[in-house]
């Protein structure tokens, strides 16, 4: 969920120079919040992200879809102004409110002309520091998010994709639906609110990203007059950790949909973790290249039986899902996944060609640059390596890791890290 007004004056994307290196910039405030600063002068605006450790695994089987409501609502109310005031406001001024919620994060966004930073700032400031949480927009929202629940649990690709996450972290946060259950959001309170922003809003836990037109002077105090705002409550603990399975966990769930929507996966890594390149680059091999990965080549291609597949590794702070995806017709749901662990299979054992390894570096370095060609980007990209202490070198190093990977290293890196035996299984509509 998230909240955007007009950019009036600005709708391109702003362009980077993708061949110069990003220098970033990093310190702390004085109230103890993390920043990122990367300056450039190319184009009059400023682009922001503070992010805060709020996501949805802050949640506990009571109080889900608190966190979210939290973060949505701080955008709806703010030291009295209305969700009306506060659209007017950024609208009036040509900036962008944007944010984003996941399982690790409560992002928020501001874009704004550097002429018109100030007051953009202004009001920016005062939805991170004095949210309101208003209760009769408080109700509005409860109708409005168990409606979306209600209607979620009819479509087989949100069916599949809450048991998959369910099964495979049964007794973790992680698999925590986002949006909350209708007995947990009709039960929410304004207080329960209050109390998630106290708790999990803090200065000392914030990571505040910046790109664009400013000195370093005036990113510091941009970043100072937020920090010193916040919660000046303690950091926020670390998530728990992730358990593996320990044994084949395998759910069809019937609908009346005619194809079967189809997940596998499996714990696999955390953000800053070593196996991460190697497995990165023999996921695009098996299945996160496209027409050209192993999945694709063995299921659709050759044997026609689904119309998409796929797979990736969603790094988290703990062990984010190793998740494979597939569409196909019900008849055939069978025969895909068999093929699907055949070649899974085959991948973990056999490892990859020189030549797989070749084309598939190749891709990736080519199309690095097309990853921060933009402020936008590397504000995401600033936002990752802040809030999950990546090397300040990392975007630097990127391309330079991609090329170390060995076919050796995949090969070891996916035989440790990934267990078809014990892998989660979801198919929604099969017959």
Do not use: C
């Not at 703990?318 to 749901?333: N, Y």
């Not at 025969?335 to 030549?355: L, R």
Request: no cysteine.
């Amino acid at each position: 969920m998230f909240f955007k007004s007009v950019f009036a004056l600005f709708i391109f994307a702003f362009s980077f120079t993708v061949n110069a290196a990003v220098k970033i910039n990093h310190w702390q405030t004085s109230a103890g919040s993390d920043v990122y600063f990367v300056e450039n002068h190319d184009l009059p605006i400023i682009d922001m992200s503070v992010n805060f450790p709020a996501g949805s695994a802050r949640d506990t089987k009571a109080t889900s879809g608190v966190a979210g409501v939290t973060r949505y609502m701080m955008t709806l109310g703010a030291d009295g102004m209305s969700e009306e005031v506060i659209t007017n406001k950024f609208a009036d001024i040509g900036a962008i409110l944007g944010g984003e919620l996941d399982a690790d994060r409560a992002a928020f966004k501001l874009r704004t002309l550097t002429s018109e930073s100030e007051k953009a700032l202004e009001t920016f400031n005062k939805i991170l520091h004095k949210p309101d949480f208003p209760q009769a927009v408080l109700e509005r929202e409860k109708t409005r998010i168990i409606a979306g629940i209600k209607e979620a649990a009819t479509q087989p690709e949100s069916i599949s994709n809450k048991a998959f996450m369910l099964a495979l972290y049964p007794n973790h946060p992680y698999g925590l639906d986002q949006s909350g259950e209708i007995d947990t959001i009709t039960a929410m309170k304004r207080e329960d609110l209050v109390q998630f922003y106290n708790t999990f809003y803090t200065a000392k836990s914030a990571v505040i990203a910046l790109i664009g037109d400013m000195t370093e002077q005036q990113a510091r105090a941009i970043a100072e007059a937020v920090s010193s705002g916040l919660p000046q409550t303690p950091a926020v603990a670390k998530i728990a950790e992730v358990a593996l399975p320990q044994a084949a966990n395998v759910q069809n769930i019937n609908h009346p949909a005619s194809q079967a929507h189809i997940l596998l996966g499996y714990p696999g890594i955390k953000r800053g973790d070593a196996d991460y390149f190697p497995l990165y680059v023999g996921n695009y091999i098996l299945g996160g290249g496209g027409f050209v990965s192993r999945l694709t080549e063995e299921v659709r291609e050759k044997r026609g039986l689904v119309y998409s597949v796929y797979s990736y590794f969603m790094p988290m702070s703990e062990l984010g899902p190793f998740q494979i995806g597939l569409q196909t017709k019900k008849e055939q749901a069978s025969d895909a996944m068999k093929v699907v662990n055949e070649t899974v299979a085959k991948f973990i054992k056999n490892g990859v060609t020189e030549k797989e390894l070749k084309a598939a570096k190749d891709n990736i370095i080519g199309g690095f640059p097309m990853r921060i060609d933009s402020n936008g980007k590397i504000l995401d990209y600033l936002s990752v390596i802040g809030f999950y202490k990546l090397p300040l070198t990392y975007l630097d190093d990127f391309n330079k890791q991609i090329a170390k990977v060995t076919a050796k290293q995949i090969k070891d890196a996916f035989s440790r890290r990934v267990k078809p035996e014990h892998f989660v299984t979801v198919t929604v509509g099969a017959q």
